[in-house]
């Protein structure tokens, strides 16, 4: 069972997500929080195994309130709820260590897939999520030089590292990847870490940017 702290200021979305939540079956939401500091006092009380965080919330932001969690309560992930006119606190959150970046007004499947994907140890970008930080991202050349640009990063890699990469787009956990490639996870492991230094990137998160880039995974 996954155990989850749901926090928005919002208390008909905080209804929504948890009643969505329900429906796919194995998860629990075992606290839930009206503003920042308050989820963070209920991480640490609850320690769930995922934290979902509105951005935009009292007396501490939704990123501000990741941090801390993921700073006191390393046990726990954190996937951030989030709109379209969000995408520069999304971009600010890329290297900030959420697992998850998930639309409130996205496919109910898309909130479930995140949420079990952060909970293993993945990463989940809402595909639309994951368009919109694309596009807003900036950088020279714009958006097809990004893209141009990520492909060329990419044929860095070997087969099998672009292969994990595009399973890691697609938030696969190092156990579900292990499965889909069948190799030992430990190979897995050792995979995702070349990836990661050989794009030059911190984290899962900012490695399926790079994968959607490059159109490793659809968008």
């Known amino acids: 069972m996954i155990r989850i702290l749901l926090a928005d200021d919002e208390a008909m979305v905080r209804a929504g997500v948890k009643a969505i939540l329900g429906s796919g ?7 839930e929080a009206g503003d920042g500091r308050e989820a963070v006092e209920l991480a640490r009380a609850h320690r769930p195994d995922v934290a979902l965080l509105d951005i935009r919330m009292p007396r501490l ?3 501000a309130a990741a941090e801390e969690i993921l700073r006191t309560v390393p046990g726990t992930a954190v996937a951030m709820l989030t709109t379209f006119s969000e995408q520069a606190y999304v ?28 909970a293993a140890g993945g990463a989940f970008l809402s595909p639309k ?11 020279g050349g714009g ?11 990419v044929q860095e890699l ?17 156990p579900e990847i292990a499965a889909r490639l069948h190799l030992v ?19 899962r998160v900012q490695a399926a ?11």
Not at 25 to 31: I, L, M, N
Not at 94 to 115: H, R, W
Request: charged fraction near 20%.
């Open 61 to 63: 932001d939704g990123l």
């Open 209 to 219: 940017i790079v994968a959607y880039e490059a159109g490793l995974v659809a968008s």
């Open 25 to 31: 079956g194995g998860t629990e939401v075992v606290a």
């Open 185 to 203: 996870e430990g190979t897995v492991k050792a995979y995702v870490s070349s990836v990661l230094d050989r794009l030059g990137v911190r984290n």
């Open 129 to 139: 999520v994951a368009r919109y930080v694309i596009d807003g991202l900036g950088g």
């Open 158 to 174: 070997s087969p099998r590292e672009r292969e994990v990469l595009g399973l890691v787009g697609v938030g696969l956990s190092n």
């Open 91 to 118: 971009a600010r959150a890329l290297g900030g260590g959420a697992t998850g970046f998930l639309l409130k007004s996205g496919d109910p499947y898309e909130l479930i897939a995140g949420v079990r994907a952060v």
């Open 143 to 153: 958006r097809l030089g990004r893209e141009a640009a990520a492909r060329a990063r």
